[in-house]
């Protein structure tokens, strides 16, 4: 949905809001995970079954958007809503079964482009410069010690 315009760094903006709801259901083999990420440990605090968590809930945000018309480059980004969460785990050594916990987290989120602040320039020129952005490549090798 359109809200509005806005100059943001320059440019003539447009701001956009929509919703969405994502839904969660995700089972987590503890075994499996213990196993992965702790070589060579033993998964004695499971009782003979198969050791899980599951997740199950929604996230419901709310997102406004500010876009060069231009582009459709998104220049700033601000999301929003609750997270609801259940978790129940089963085939734990000393848990309890059927215990689930329920909870609702709210998450915020904004993002905002870097180089907003020198942008006039580009958008009243239309030309795009990335010379700006600095990458590293974490494949690269580089000598011991060395920050890059």
Do not use: Q
């Not at 406004?64 to 220049?75: F, I, R």
């Amino acid at each position: 949905m359109l809200l509005r315009y806005e100059d943001l760094g320059g440019i003539h903006a447009t701001v956009v809001r929509t919703a969405f709801a994502v839904p969660i259901h995700l089972t987590i083999d503890l075994r499996k995970l213990l196993a992965a990420t702790v070589p060579g440990s033993k998964a004695d605090l499971f009782s003979g079954g198969r050791a899980t968590v599951s997740i199950d809930g929604s996230y419901r945000f709310g997102m406004t958007a500010w876009v060069a018309p231009n582009t459709g480059e998104l220049l700033r980004e601000m999301t929003e809503g609750p997270v609801k969460l259940t978790t129940k785990m089963s085939g734990i050594k000393g848990f309890p079964r059927g215990v689930a916990m329920e909870m609702t987290l709210f998450m915020k989120l904004a993002v905002t482009r870097l180089d907003l602040s020198s942008e006039p320039a580009l958008a009243a020129n239309g030309r795009r410069d990335h010379g700006r952005c600095e990458h590293r490549d974490s494949t690269a090798r580089r000598a011991p010690g060395s920050l890059g």
